[in-house]
C-alpha cells in the first residue's frame, strides 16, 4: 500500500496546469480581496439574526439548502465564523475556478489565473461575505453547478447525474441557474472556432444543454412543491420567489428592454456594484469591443468559407449569450441585487477565452496586441475589485463601531434609571431610527453596498445586536403589550436621544426610536 505522501503527489501530478493555476489564483486574490472579511467579525442585519444559522430555506424555496445545513447542524458545524467559513468558500470556489479552466481549455497561464481571481472578487461575492453564515453553501452551489456542466459535457452517461447535481445547487440558491446557462452558451460559442464541429454537432450540443436546463428546473420545482407540502409551508413573496418561473408574455418587451439597458449600461451607469467606478466600466467596454471583433471575424470567415448554416449558429448564439447572462431578470420580476448577478462575471472571464481560442489557431500580431490589451484591462478591474472588496469591508467595520457606541449609551442610559432593576422588559417603539446625531459619512458613500455606514445601528435586526454584541439580555416585549394608558404616555415622550426619550412606564422601560411604531 502506498504511503499517504505518494497518494498526494499521485493525485498533484493527475491535476492539470490549468486547474493548478486558477485555483491557486483564486485563493491568493481572495485573501487580497476578503481577509479583511475573513479576520474581523462585521455582522450586517441578516447575519445578527444567522449568526448560528444557515439561512432561509423551504420558504425560500431553497431545500437542497436545509439538506446541507441539516447535515452541518448536526456536525455542530452551524456557526457563522468568518475565517473558517471564509477559507471553505474560498477553496470551493478555487476547485470551482479549476474545473471552468479545464472545461475552457486555455493555453494561457495568465488567462487561467485572470479566470480564478476573477471568480472570487467579483462584487457578487463580496456581497456574499456580507452573509457569512451561509457563504460556503452558496460556493457549494456554484460548484455543484460546475461539476453539473462537466459532467454534461465530458461525459456520455452524465445527463442524469449532471440534472441531480444541477437541481440540488438550484435548491441552495436559485440565482445561480444564468451562470449555468451563460457556462453552456460560453462552451457552445468556442465550439464555433474548431473546424472538427460541424453546424449540426454545435446544434445537437447545444438541444442537449438546453435539455438538462429544463429536466433540472424541472426536478428542481418537483423537489420543492414536495418538501413544501412535506412541511405544510407557503413560499414567500420576498424578491418575487413565490412567482419565480412566471413569466407574463405582456411583459417581454419590457425584460427585453431592461436586459438591454443594463447589459450595455454596464460601460456607463453602476450597475449593481460590477461597474462602480471609471476603471472597472474602462475594463468592461475594452473587453466587450474585443469580443464583438472576435466573433464579428469569426462570422466573416465562416460566411467567407461558406459554411452559413455555422455562421447563422454564431449570430444566434451571440444573443442568446446576451439573454442568458441576463437570464435572471427572467427570473424574477424584481428585487434583484448584486448576489444575484453572478453570471455577470462572463463579462469578464469569456473573452479571456475568445481570444485564447483565436491565438491557437493562428499567432497574428493583432491578435497578440489584443491579447496584452484585455489581459491588462482585466488585470486592473480585478485590483479595483478587491479596493472595493476591502473598501466594502471597513465600511461595515464603521457601522459596526458606530452601532456598538450607539446601544453601549442607551444600554448605559436604560440601567441608570432611577428605579431600574434587571428584571424589567424593555419596549423598543419605533420602526426607523430617527435620531440626527447618528452619523452619516459621506465620504463612504462609494462603499455602501451593505447599506449606509448608520444602517447597522438602524436595522430590523437591531434586537439581536444588543443581545450578541452589547451581552444585554433583558426580556424584550412589544408596544402592543403595554396597557392603554401606558401607549399613551408613550405617544407623547420625545424621540431618542432626547431627554425623557427612555422612561420607566408601569414597571417597563420604553425606548421612543421613532413616532412611526408599524411598518407601511
Sequence with gaps: MDRVDDVLKKAYKKVSRRFRTAFAAA?????VAHMYMFTNKLPNFD?????????????????????????????DLVFSLPWINGLITLLLLGVSAGIMADLFGMKSRSANALLGAALVVFPSWTGTFFYMFTAPYYALAVLLSVVSVRLMVLCKKGLLPSVLLLACSLGIYQSYLPFTATFYVALLVLMLFEDKYGYWDILKRALSYLFNLILSVLLYFGCMKLSLMITGQELTTYK???SMGRMEL?????????????????????????????ITKGMYFTLFAVSTAVIVRLFLRLQKRGEMLKAIETAV?????????NSIYIMCEDGIYSLMYFSYVFLLIFPLTL??????QRKEKLAVLAEYVITFAAAAGILSYCHFANGQYVSMQLSFNQALSYYTTMITQIKGLDGYHEDMKVVLSGVDIVDKTLYHNEIM??????????ALADAYSKQNFILHYCGFQAELAEVSDLSVQS?????????????????IVENVVVVKLSDEMTED
Design 27 to 31: 485563493i491568493i486574490a481572495g485573501l
Design 47 to 75: 447575519d445578527l439574526i444567522g449568526i448560528n444559522s444557515f439561512g432561509a430555506t423551504f420558504r425560500n424555496g431553497r431545500w437542497f439548502l436545509w439538506v446541507v445545513g441539516a447535515i452541518a447542524y448536526h456536525l
Design 240 to 242: 418575487g420567489i413565490s
Design 250 to 278: 405582456s411583459r417581454i418587451p419590457e425584460i427585453l428592454r431592461t436586459i438591454g439597458v443594463n447589459f450595455f449600461g454596464i460601460f456607463l451607469n453602476n450597475n449593481m456594484e460590477i461597474s462602480y467606478n471609471y
Design 317 to 325: 448564439l451571440t444573443a442568446v449569450y446576451v439573454l442568458a447572462v
Design 355 to 360: 481570444l485564447d481560442r483565436c491565438l491557437k
Design 445 to 454: 458613500n462609494t462603499f455602501s453596498m451593505s447599506g449606509r455606514d448608520d
Design 487 to 503: 401607549q399613551e404616555v408613550l405617544e407623547h415622550m420625545p424621540v431618542y436621544p432626547n431627554a425623557g426619550s427612555i422612561q
